[in-house]
């Protein structure tokens, strides 16, 4: 059994073994999860496709890397991982969690394009998808930022000096 074969085997059993506790203790629906998963009208049909995009290219890039390098494929594993909770709405759009995930979608994929070694002086055949998989999650995350995040509250540090800003005192 080839080692990307393993490393799908294993990511999926590590799935249903978090999952059944959490099945457990929750009510999960699963038409809420297939109905969260699915496009959504208007502005955000534009960020679901390039979500959509993500995850299909970062998956082919993840099958493209070779077998014997584990942590490029573990990278874009964390990238699947990070398109999958930004669709299902898990986190807020003001939160630092939100800017973490978009901000792994960009520069991973990147990452993962400058650590793929080649072999015999050739382009490494992961090296391009991950390079247009980040440039999608840039894209996408310049967009969520356009669209999404002007709307947060500004944060101002003169505010966290008043008692009715609930900061500490400088």
């Known amino acids: 059994m080839g080692r990307k074969m393993l490393l799908g085997l294993s990511f999926i059993c590590t799935l249903f073994i978090f999952a059944t506790p959490v099945y457990a203790q929750l009510t999960v629906d699963p038409q ?3 109905k969260a998963l699915a496009p959504r009208p208007g502005v955000d049909l ?25 942590v490029p494929s573990l990278i874009m594993v964390g ?13 807020a759009n003001c939160n630092l969690e939100t800017l973490a995930l978009n901000v792994s979608m960009f520069a991973f994929p990147l990452l993962v394009a400058g650590m793929v070694r080649a072999r015999g002086g050739k382009t490494p055949p992961a090296m391009w998808p ?27 540090i003169g505010c966290l000096s008043t008692p009715e800003g609930g900061g500490a005192r400088f």
């Open 79 to 91: 990238v699947i991982l990070a398109a999958l909770i930004a669709k299902l709405g898990i986190t």
């Open 130 to 156: 991950a390079i247009v998989t980040g440039i999608v999650g840039g894209i996408y995350f310049f967009l969520f930022w356009a669209l999404k995040q002007q709307t947060c509250p500004n944060l101002c």
């Open 32 to 34: 809420a999860i297939v």
């Open 46 to 70: 534009l960020l679901d496709l390039l979500l959509y995009g993500i995850f299909g290219i970062a998956f082919i890039t993840m099958l493209l890397v070779p077998d014997k390098q584990l």
